[in-house]
């Protein structure tokens, strides 16, 4: 399980104070208004408050301008002790002409798909060199193209316009 040290790390990562307003303009607040709780975008960690065997963590940081992925996830797995399960999804913005849609992350489609077991350094250490690879449209791209596999916006002229929140599933087990 996640020991009291861990959980003080991690909420030391949460800025409160990031909000949607620090990467969404009043063009997308407008209008996504109508999809989301934009006030739902910010920063934030769920901690479930059950004892069971396995226990999984919801952290989710606002993709702000100066958000740089793979050194926040070599903060993140410095806070833990391994063995863990990180799951990472991406939220974004598609346009379809001037028309504003929201994706919302989903723990079924993470791009680390092949990094997602964390047992030691090695295993951080790859997971940071993968993330490190992508430049913020080469992400954008990359998320929108993995979810448009069995998405009906597969041909439908949406584009991909913008990164808003990047959402970390953490998992631990009991201890045998």
């Known amino acids: 399980m996640f020991l009291a040290g861990e959980l003080k790390r991690l909420k030391n990562l949460v800025d409160e104070t990031t909000c949607a307003e620090d990467v969404l303009d009043e063009k997308d607040i407008t209008g996504l208004g109508k999809q989301i709780k934009v006030d739902r975008i ?4 769920f901690i479930p408050a059950h004892n069971r065997s396995s226990k999984t963590l919801l952290l989710i940081k606002v993709y702000k301008h100066d ?20 799951r990472i999804g991406l939220s974004f ?16 489609r ?16 790859n997971l940071v060199t993968f993330l490190k690879g992508f430049s913020y449209s080469q992400l954008l791209n990359y998320t929108f193209n993995m979810r448009n596999t069995t998405n009906p916006f597969a041909e439908s ?13 953490i998992t631990k087990w009991a201890s045998p």
């Open 67 to 86: 958000f740089d992925i793979s050194t926040f996830v070599k903060q993140l797995l410095d806070c833990l002790i391994p063995e863990i399960e990180l």
């Open 42 to 45: 910010r920063d934030r960690l």
């Open 157 to 169: 002229g949406y584009r991909p316009e913008k990164l808003v929140t990047a959402t970390f599933w």
């Open 93 to 108: 913005i598609m346009l379809r002409k001037d028309i504003s849609s929201y994706v919302h992350p989903l723990p079924a």
């Open 110 to 125: 993470i791009i680390n798909r092949d990094n997602r077991l964390i047992r030691d350094h090695e295993d951080k250490s």
